[in-house]
């Protein structure tokens, strides 16, 4: 599993920010299922919601299916050019 889709990816960055409450959704269940995402144990319960957090396999998956044009502070190879300055 080298490559992520676009939603799990979305979903482990999201993550890495900050633990987050979610229905508990296949999305989920598949990442749990992989170790990359785990409930932490606290639970919203008029909303049916579980708080889920990133474990160390996420982080890493997610380091390293980040691409230089993925992320913002990578500076892309070419600088874009000004219109006025041609």
């Known amino acids: 599993?080298?490559?992520l889709k676009p939603l799990y990816h979305?979903?482990?960055r999201i993550l890495a920010e900050g633990r987050r409450f979610y229905r508990r959704?296949?999305?989920n269940r598949y990442l749990e299922k992989r170790g990359l995402i785990r409930q932490s144990g606290r639970?919203?319960?008029p909303?049916?919601?579980l708080e889920y957090e990133i474990t160390d396999a996420g982080i890493r998956m997610l380091v390293?299916?980040?691409t230089p044009s993925d992320d913002p502070m990578?500076?892309?190879a070419e600088a874009p050019s000004?219109?006025?300055t041609a």
């Open 1 to 3: 599993m080298n490559e």
């Open 64 to 66: 390293a299916s980040i």
């Open 25 to 27: 959704t296949a999305l």
């Open 10 to 12: 979305y979903r482990l």
């Open 43 to 45: 639970t919203l319960p």
């Open 47 to 49: 909303h049916g919601l």
């Open 82 to 84: 000004h219109p006025h």
């Open 74 to 76: 990578t500076p892309s």
